[in-house]
């Protein structure tokens, strides 16, 4: 006899539970995560057991980010398939991180998710390679641009890239994201807009930056690859010599321009979308 299998429709905050025995964490500091959600799923088995939930997290132009998955076991391709479907008809478009232990990639692929992008976390020696920026546009430390809605213009060049979020006001503040200002960069256009940023942090002795985000007009120009050389060279100022460039949906073009740099791909989750 086949299995019970029902998905339900729950609120955000009774995700809570799950998140956590998914994500190995307190409930707690997964509160934001739920609060951010819009609708909630859980997938219930024979005697109610979970098998597996998911949040909706809107996206600016990408619909909505499932956040959750689903436990291990014999039915987990059918667990994340049916999560996916329910949420896909209450709120239209989705996509998610194809991580194994928590979505498994191929059985989605199989039923019609498509590949978008992918998170990558690239690592190595601070790189060198020199570029100027494009004509018009200065570079500057975050440092000495205080003011929050330029710190947001730069900040929200990254709101249409799939796997980003729409930014929260809170971002534009010093320490934000344990950025440090003095070492991030911001772009600014002839009329003093933010319209390229990249931000950095030192965490034990290493770099972490997040890969430049450019305003769309601009992603034909040096502008991105100047942001990096811009950071990398206030980093080795800083006597610092390795750094982890994380980034989410970049192209395969910016991609193979990081990886001419000398970094390399550590880390890779592929993003798959529906709807």
């Not at 206030?234 to 970049?250: H, K, P, Q």
Request: proline share 8%; glycine share 10%.
């Amino acid at each position: 006899m086949p299995l019970n299998l029902e998905v339900r429709a729950v609120p955000p905050a009774d995700l809570l539970p799950t998140l956590a025995a998914l994500y190995g964490a307190a409930p707690e500091d997964l509160a934001w995560m739920a609060e951010a959600c819009t609708a909630g799923f859980v997938a219930l088995g024979d005697g109610e057991e979970v098998l597996g939930a998911v949040g909706t997290r809107p996206s600016p132009q990408h619909g909505a980010e499932l956040v959750g998955g689903v436990f291990p076991g014999p039915r987990r391709d059918e667990v994340a398939l049916a999560l996916v479907r329910a949420a896909q008809a209450e709120v239209g478009r989705v996509y998610l991180f194809a991580e194994g232990y928590l979505f498994p990639p191929e059985p989605l692929l199989a039923a019609g998710l498509r590949e978008v992008g992918a998170y990558r976390r690239l690592s190595g020696r601070v790189p060198y390679r020199h570029m100027d920026p494009p004509a018009g546009v200065r570079l500057l430390p975050l440092a000495e641009v205080p003011d929050p809605e330029t710190r947001l213009q730069a900040l929200r060049t990254y709101e249409d890239r799939v796997g980003h979020h729409a930014v929260l006001p809170e971002a534009a503040a010093d320490g934000a994201g344990g950025f440090d200002s003095h070492l991030s960069v911001i772009a600014l256009d002839e009329h003093g807009r933010g319209v390229g940023v990249c931000r950095a942090a030192v965490e034990d002795g290493e770099a972490r930056l997040d890969a430049p985000g450019v305003a769309p007009e601009w992603r034909h120009t040096t502008l991105r690859a100047a942001l990096l050389n811009e950071v990398n060279t206030r980093l080795r100022a800083a006597g610092i010599t390795r750094v982890n460039v994380e980034s989410w949906g970049d192209t395969p073009e910016e991609l193979a321009h990081d990886l001419k740099l000398g970094l390399g791909v550590t880390e890779e989750t592929p993003i798959l979308t529906a709807g």
